[in-house]
């Protein structure tokens, strides 16, 4: 971005940081999995710092510069007001600080309240500008497009963020297949997953390590889409894409390609 060491200054600053909780410490982990007992650490400021989306708004707090009078969220001349601080709070896994930095940011970029699918394009162009991010940040875009009218409120926002960042296994994979599954039909094709898996090759360009040959999007998604299509009817559904990736090791792994690119 246009100066990290600024950025990363600020965020260490100002509310301190968009990681620790109130009293400065680390946060706990994140919600666990169902019938499980999964403890993974929430992300360290560093890692939370490789989020494109998170950068974003570190950025704008940065060229607004902080503001500790806030007690609330701003709610003043925007064309979309969002829901109450403490709704919000109880909603998602970011703290009352966390959520008064997001939200800075958030309408400092974005003054009426939404954000259109040109500013993610704008932003991921950004981002990896040794590729083209057009495609994966319209695919991103309608994953974070809830109502799909076009538009993301505050509130759809930071509840994506806090399921990428901060939720369990399972929430993070049920997050995942909604972005795979293009047209929402509750299934995903072979095709959805190649037009997800090549945007994200296309975006990365040829620093993507290792390197990017032209057939690798399509050998990663015939071997995955054979292991989660279990009864072989050409489509994979929500509950053969969670159970195949929490079984398969190399398909978590693989995993980080998507993560590295929220």
């Known amino acids: 971005y246009q100066n990290i060491k600024e950025l990363i200054q600020y965020e260490k600053a100002v509310d301190g940081g968009l990681l620790p909780d109130a009293n400065g410490k680390e946060p706990n982990p994140g919600g666990q999995t169902e019938g499980s007992k999964w403890q993974r650490p929430r992300l360290s400021r560093k890692s939370l710092m490789k989020c494109c989306l998170v950068k974003w708004i570190i950025a704008s707090t940065t060229q607004q510069g902080p503001d500790s009078s806030d007690s609330d969220l701003e709610l003043s001349m925007v064309r979309h007001q969002p829901e109450g601080l403490e709704q919000l709070q109880a909603q998602t896994q970011f703290t009352r600080k966390e959520l008064q930095s997001l939200y800075r940011g958030f309408k400092n970029e974005c003054p009426s309240g939404l954000v259109d699918e040109e500013t993610f394009k704008s932003i991921y162009s950004q981002f990896f500008p040794q590729g083209d991010a057009t495609t994966y940040a319209h695919f991103l875009f309608n994953a974070f497009d809830m109502d799909r009218n076009g538009s993301i409120r505050f509130e759809d926002f930071v509840l994506g963020l806090s399921v990428l960042l901060r939720g369990s296994v399972t929430e993070k994979l049920r997050w995942a297949f909604n972005l795979y599954d293009i047209n929402k039909d509750g299934y995903i094709t072979k095709e959805e997953m190649m037009a997800i898996m090549t945007s994200i090759y296309d975006m990365m360009g040829r620093y993507t390590l290792p390197s990017v040959r032209d057939d690798s999007p399509g050998e990663h998604v015939e071997k995955f889409f054979q292991k989660m299509d279990r009864n072989r009817d050409g489509v994979?559904?929500?509950?053969?894409?969670?159970?195949?990736?929490?079984?398969?090791?190399?398909?978590?792994?693989?995993?980080?390609?998507?993560?590295?690119?929220?």
């Open 236 to 262: 994979v559904t929500i509950d053969e894409f969670i159970e195949t990736c929490q079984k398969d090791e190399n398909i978590m792994a693989s995993m980080q390609l998507f993560e590295n690119v929220i």
